[in-house]
């Protein structure tokens, strides 16, 4: 099996190995989806929450069999959702996959903020993020608040660190409500308008969460990572705490919710916050490698089969051009994983039908051999497949459904 996040010839050779028999009577592209990883890695992320409970971020995870079965495990409670279309649908009927979804960013889709508002019970288990008065003005002109039930609001504030009287922004650009004063100004306002209840605060710190501070052979940039991240996490766990008082004195709260995977234990530690969010450290996937506080175990891998060797030492996979969001760059691109000692043709990166790679190992590959890669984010992986082919130990268990595999897409 893979060991740790940098596996020696034999620990390559046994993955690659398992990979291949267990799929065998399978046509590639595939996507297989590790089982005995995925729990290893939910229960590493439990530890570190230290009994803090962990909100699961659809979005690294984009399948709702996988979602099911992260939340039926101690220490797992409830949804961050990435748009409101995929909340509805989370939170519907009488088997829902939770009672309990947050939508993680604001939301202007008309259609779903109207069935939101005609739906008592959906109203009960779905919670709005907001930023901006704008926000409620939206959802007051589509279902004026006589017409509706109450609706459940979060309050998003912004966790990035600013320095030099703001001319310097460390950190994402999310909401406009960094201060204490503005996220209390933002609960009055909420609070004041007929038909919202306020029940939550957001507060989620990317560039402590989201950025590698051990990145693979870049031991400079890991120091002044680790640099910023110290400073950036003293000046919010301060920040944060009194923005929450102050919220707090508006609005009873249910939660606050802070964090991601690679800030789980730092995030869970600070009295303020009631909950952490956590789903890319499920499925671990090539961006989380290079973290000091966690080794994860990829759990998530796809297959492309070769069918051309153009030149010697070189091989040709179809497709294979699954790069994920965020700004372009070789970090991006899915990592030709095994067999070991693969890797991209600068002149041609990852292409949408057909990938050539170069490397000791395409010797030994021919045409219908498969290349096994590992995507460099978590759920964008499940947009390319209709199903997760699931792994337990060395066979094969069933398969998955992926958010496209039944039918949905929601951008």
Known sequence: MYSAASPGPDDAARARDRLDRATAALDPPLAVLDLDALDANAADLTRRAAGKPIRVASKSVRNRGVLRRVLARPGFSGVLAYSLPEALWLADGEDPVSTDVVVGYPSAHRAALRRLAAD??????????VDSVAQLDLVDALVPPSRRPHLRVCLDVDASLRIAGGRVHVGVRRSPVHSPADAAALARAVVSRPGFRLVGVMVYEAQIAGVQDAPAHRPLRGLAVRRMQAVSGRELAGRRAAAVAAVSDVADLEFVNGGGTGSVERTAAEPAVTEV?????????????????????????SAAP????PAPGTVTVAGGGWIASGPPGPDRLPVPTYPAGLRWL????????????SGAA?????VGDRVWFRHAK???????VDELHTLAGDELTGTLPTYRGEGRSFG
Request: charged share 15%; hydrophobic share 45%.
């Open 120 to 129: 008592g019970t959906a109203a009960a288990r779905v919670t709005l993020m």
């Open 277 to 301: 969010a956590a789903g890319s450290g499920l499925y671990n996937p090539v961006l989380f490698d290079g973290y000091r506080a966690f080794t994860g175990r990829p759990a998530t891998f």
């Open 306 to 309: 070769v069918t051309r060797v």
């Open 346 to 357: 600068p002149a041609e990166g990852a292409g949408e039908v057909q990938t050539p790679l």
């Open 362 to 366: 395409a010797a030994a590959l021919t």
């Open 378 to 384: 978590a759920g964008e992986i499940c947009e390319h």
